[in-house]
């Protein structure tokens, strides 16, 4: 769908216009929250002590005295260290989001991240300014396509999916795209602990990330949410970047619990338990085999008096037989 975008014409960051036309307005393109499902891999529940210091509000300088002073306030100067918690991973999903540009068309192709970061933020910071929905997008795509307002439709949005080109690296490497995604901290914490203490029995980690992406009205109208979409990231000069909520996050487990610990005492005792049923087992095997020999040579000296002696060599025969 990107891949031909002779005629497009870019209205703003949110609406393309195509050449072709319908009756009374131009076939359009129109970026708007739209639904992705990852399936996460190498899942990680990561915690970290860190200095807590916002490092780009303020700047040191020094006075007409010679003093050292801080843009800063104190406070924001002796904030100290802080705990943070962080669950990442990579990921991979049906969808197909294609890079493009208006000179070249579509210039890259992903169905994975390479990268996903989950952290927290105070509540009320996830969902921007107007917590714009996929049904919010859906009265600006497809058959009830209009232009985008030149903000879009998830303005103040703190997470993001965007694109390394991999050349800031000492050995270049290829691109990758990448997905920063942010929770209410309440929900961080209980996720990040379930993860964390079930990470041997993960069975599996599903995400739903809303994202501003473009679409073709034509694709919007024919498909189905559960279809596969092909979606555009437009690459403005070298910065392929655009807003995305995490809008669900589910972890499945599986496998047995280990079992719970057992007190020494108990193990003591169930070990003395143990010992004597052996003991008595041991003796009464001995107890039934002087039994057994007591009764063969019983009957052996029957049949001795009975001048049987052809018969006594047989049985003492079956017995060593039975008795290997």
């Given at each position: 769908m990107f891949g031909d975008t002779a005629g497009w014409m870019l209205v703003n960051?949110?609406?393309?216009?195509?050449?072709?036309?319908?009756?009374?307005?131009?076939?359009?393109?129109?970026?708007?929250?739209?639904?992705?499902?990852?399936?996460?891999?190498?899942?990680?529940?990561?915690?970290?002590?860190?200095?807590?210091?916002?490092?780009?509000?303020?700047?040191?300088?020094?006075?007409?005295?010679?003093?050292?002073?801080?843009?800063?306030?104190?406070?924001?100067?002796?904030?100290?260290?802080?705990?943070?918690?962080?669950?990442?991973?990579?990921?991979?999903?049906?969808?197909?989001?294609?890079?493009?540009?208006?000179?070249?068309?579509?210039?890259?192709?992903?169905t994975s991240f390479d990268n996903i970061r989950i952290e927290s933020l105070p509540r009320g910071k996830v969902g921007g300014k107007h917590k714009a929905t996929t049904s919010d997008g859906i009265s600006f795509s497809g058959m009830s396509s209009r232009?985008?307002?030149?903000?879009?439709?998830?303005?103040?949005?703190?997470?993001?999916?965007?694109?390394?080109?991999?050349?800031?690296?000492?050995?270049?490497?290829?691109?990758t795209l990448n997905a920063e995604l942010y929770i209410d901290e309440e929900q961080f914490d209980e996720i990040f602990h379930?993860?964390?203490?079930?990470?041997?029995?993960?069975?599996?980690?599903?995400?739903?990330?809303?994202?501003?992406?473009?679409?073709?009205?034509?694709?919007a109208s024919l498909s189905d949410w559960w279809m596969s979409h092909e979606y555009g990231m437009l690459k403005k000069k070298d910065w392929v970047q655009t807003r995305a909520r995490l809008d669900s996050i589910r972890a499945s487990f599986c496998g047995k619990l280990l079992p719970e610990p057992t007190d020494t005492n108990e193990m003591d005792e169930q070990e003395d338990e143990s010992d004597i049923e052996k003991d008595q087992s041991e003796k009464t095997a001995t107890i039934n085999t002087l039994a057994y020999v007591a009764e063969t040579y019983a009957q052996l000296k029957r049949l001795n008096a009975r001048g049987g002696w052809t018969l006594a060599a047989l049985v003492i025969l079956v017995i060593v037989t039975l008795l290997k």
């Open positions: 960051d949110y609406t393309i216009h195509e050449e072709r036309r319908l009756s009374d307005r131009p076939f359009m393109l129109t970026r708007v929250p739209n639904r992705v499902s990852v399936v996460m891999h190498n899942v990680r529940a990561v915690e970290s002590i860190e200095w807590a210091n916002n490092h780009w509000t303020g700047d040191l300088t020094v006075d007409d005295d010679g003093n050292l002073v801080s843009g800063d306030s104190a406070k924001d100067r002796n904030e100290g260290y802080a705990r943070r918690r962080i669950i990442t991973g990579s990921g991979t999903f049906d969808d197909k989001i294609t890079v493009f540009n208006l000179e070249e068309g579509a210039v890259a192709h992903f232009d985008v307002p030149a903000r879009g439709l998830m303005e103040g949005e703190p997470g993001k999916l965007w694109v390394d080109d991999g050349k800031h690296e000492p050995t270049e490497k290829p691109e379930a993860i964390r203490d079930g990470a041997q029995n993960i069975e599996a980690v599903h995400l739903g990330i809303v994202a501003e992406l473009f679409e073709s009205e034509v694709d």
